[in-house]
């Protein structure tokens, strides 16, 4: 697979709430920062989305945003109107006044990660995407907004199902959509796709994680000089090329360990560690435990114990 299904695939997401939410008149709610992907898709009418120390964000019909963790934030009917804080609920939430046809409706929710790699995936990714209506409408993601808008609007057997389906298949054409980079994406791997001479280093990585990859192996596949390459990917990718392959490694090794169905040897020699006791000692410098604990711990937590 290519690096970015390889990390969806180890992602795993799913939509674990979707909810319409909408609003009439003068209204605003404030929200604490928490750990789930937010994302939101404008079905009519318009609002005002507010980070701390920046500007208001206007989100309008077609517009789709995607916040791969979710900081605090302020949702309102106009810029710098009072807000009243609230809480994340799984059911549909009206703002501002109860009583007649609602002035902006949106579709919201969160996606839910595998939970054992989410925070390092997760850092590869930009903190926030944005697709105003302007720019996606002609796109196959403006084209499942449309379908999304559409089924929403609808009634019909196996809504629930069907819209699950597609905000996955949405997740998926944002991450990869051309214009991330305009929201300022930091430094992370869709970055790095986007740079054809890094591209090339990381899908040799990703297609053959066991090699015994060198800085100056990685530039001459990227057709760049040592030195060059190393700077350029530290600064799009926000780490040394090395470190970049020992963090995937280990990545692929939590999920084989969490899943259970490989030996210590066989995961070793599937991301290129010469023996079980180096692969060992390397997972207990990063992690803090050797692979059986860690493996005992998480499987605790996947299923509710302490």
């Known amino acids: 697979m290519d690096p970015l299904s390889d990390i969806i695939a180890l992602l795993r997401p799913s939509t674990a709430v979707s909810k319409p939410i909408s609003g009439r008149g003068s209204w605003g709610v404030r929200y604490a920062a928490h750990d789930e992907s937010g994302f939101t898709i404008v079905l009519a009418g318009h609002a005002w989305l507010s980070f701390d120390g920046e500007k208001p964000l ?67 990714l930009p903190g926030r995407i ?17 379908l999304l808008a559409e089924e929403c609007a609808a009634d019909h057997p196996g809504k629930d199902l069907l819209l699950r389906r597609m905000l996955e298949a949405l997740l998926i054409e944002a991450l990869r959509w051309q214009g ?54 530290g600064e799009v990718m926000g780490c040394a090329p090395i470190e970049y392959l020992a963090r995937w490694r280990m990545a692929i090794a939590k999920e084989a360990l969490v899943r259970g169905s490989k030996s210590l040897d066989r995961i070793a020699d599937e991301i290129g560690y010469e023996s079980t006791s180096a692969f060992s000692t390397a997972f207990r410098r990063r992690l803090g435990s050797p692979p059986g604990r860690f493996a005992r711990e998480a499987i605790a937590q996947v299923n509710g114990f302490d």
Request: with cysteine; hydrophobic share 45%.
């Open 130 to 146: 944005h697709i105003p209506a302007t720019e996606g409408k002609t796109t196959r993601l403006g084209r499942l907004i449309e």
């Open 58 to 124: 206007h989100l309008a019909q077609g517009d789709f945003l995607l916040l791969p963790t979710t900081p605090a934030f302020s949702l309102g009917s106009a810029p710098g109107i009072p807000c009243k804080p609230a809480e994340p609920r799984a059911v549909a939430v009206r703002h501002g006044e109860q009583e007649g046809d609602p002035d902006f409706v949106a579709l919201g929710g969160s996606f839910t990660f595998e939970r054992v790699n989410a925070p390092l995936l997760l850092s590869l």
């Open 180 to 233: 991330v980079e305009k929201d300022g994406a930091v430094a992370g791997l869709l970055n790095g796709l986007r740079d054809p001479a890094l591209a090339r280093a990381l899908q040799a990585i990703h297609a053959d994680v066991r090699a015994g990859w060198t800085v100056a192996g990685l530039a001459g596949i990227a057709g760049m000089s040592r030195s060059a390459f190393f700077a350029r990917f």
